[in-house]
């Protein structure tokens, strides 16, 4: 299981990618959308099997396609994000930026 922090430094905010023992996975990360591409090229090189799917990226991300689907299936409201990890939009698990905005202003 990774995390995503998010951390102010010098040149502003950054997101990067924890394991379980708090261990750096990821390089400074500038935007969320690069993080969670980095986190699902990082789950895919660590599934041992064949990979079935031909893309990475879930086709529901891609609002043309989601309105095509929306038309023509009902599976897309029922999964509206997918069965994979990866299909789930990211969220910030541990916000170190706040704590030291906090500290900054106070």
């Known amino acids: 299981m990774v995390r995503l922090v998010k951390d102010l430094i010098d040149s502003g905010i950054v997101y990067f990618w924890v394991d379980n023992d708090s261990e750096k996975l990821s390089p400074d990360i ?23 799917r031909k893309s990475h990226i879930d086709r529901r991300k891609n609002r043309d396609k989601r309105m095509e689907l929306d038309e023509t299936l009902f599976a897309s409201r029922l999964l509206p994000h997918g069965r994979r990890k990866t299909d789930v939009p990211v969220e910030v698990d541990i916000d170190q930026a706040a704590e030291k905005l906090k500290v900054f202003y106070c």
Do not use: F, I
């Open 30 to 52: 500038a935007t969320l959308a690069l993080a969670e591409e980095w986190r699902t090229r990082y789950v895919h090189s660590q599934y041992p099997g064949d990979e079935r």
